[in-house]
């Protein structure tokens, strides 16, 4: 049985994150999983969320809490999970509750050549200026890194020893554009799965703030040159 790395990422969630952590464990005990982790990261959140970790983490020896003292951006986050965990799978889940953890059930295990990509079937909640910079990105991406994916800002599974050689470099969300370019470089290749967008039942969503949106478009060049570095880099020393 392949060991797994799950990373729930909060930013006032008090409402949603313990039934998330639940839903984890309740997916790790049917798969009959004794090798995991739950990093739990709270992102500067102004309720009760850093306290409802401490809790769960008390009673839960196998709960990584990391907490920072203020908002710092999903990707600073995605950054403290993907580069924290210590087994073989990892995958990022939010703590709002919009994903169903069931979904995972049938990939308990999975090849290293590929990597696990979800993508949402339809979004009713997103705004219109939502949906706006979500075509954006997936145009950004398509043309400039050679990336076409469904839904690259959805729940994904990397193999985490491949994430290490992929010399990340972008600090903001924009990093999952990264990997999965950098990924494709290297030939592993997306399996993407359909996925239910849940209702959210507590909290507001923080995934197109102002702030949020002027770090990931500062970053784009930045993303362009790392990933065509790499793409130099890895043909150069795949030829010789």
Not at 26 to 35: A, I, P
Not at 107 to 121: E, N, P, S
Not at 178 to 201: N, V
């Amino acid at each position: 049985m392949q060991s797994w790395s799950f990373g729930i990422l909060c930013y006032n969630e008090a409402g949603t994150l313990e039934r998330v952590y639940r839903d984890v464990v309740t997916l790790v005990s049917e798969w009959q999983l004794d090798d995991y982790e739950i990093l739990i990261i709270d992102d500067g959140s102004q309720d009760e969320t850093p306290a409802i970790i401490h809790r769960l983490a008390a009673q839960d020896p196998r709960i990584l809490p990391i907490i920072h003292p203020r908002n710092m951006g999903i990707g600073a986050g995605i950054r403290d999970i993907y580069f924290k965990s210590t087994r073989e799978n990892v995958v990022f889940i939010p703590g709002d509750g919009q994903f169903n953890v069931q979904e995972l059930k049938p990939y308990a295990g999975f090849d290293d050549h590929i990597f696990l990509c979800f993508y949402r079937k339809e979004n009713l909640t997103y705004s219109t200026f939502r949906n706006i910079l979500s075509a954006f990105n997936k145009w950004f991406n398509r043309i400039f890194l050679g990336l076409d994916l469904r839904d690259v800002n959805w729940v994904k599974v990397y193999k985490r020893h491949l994430l290490n050689g992929l010399n990340l470099k972008i600090s903001s969300s924009a990093i999952e554009s990264e990997i999965c370019a950098k990924l494709l470089i290297t030939g592993c290749l997306p399996h993407e799965i359909p996925s239910r967008y849940l209702p959210r039942t507590a909290g507001q969503s923080q995934g197109a703030s102002l702030q949020s949106i002027i770090r990931v478009v500062r970053e784009l060049f930045y993303l362009f040159l790392s990933v065509q570095t790499f793409r130099f880099t890895y043909t150069s020393s795949s030829a010789t």
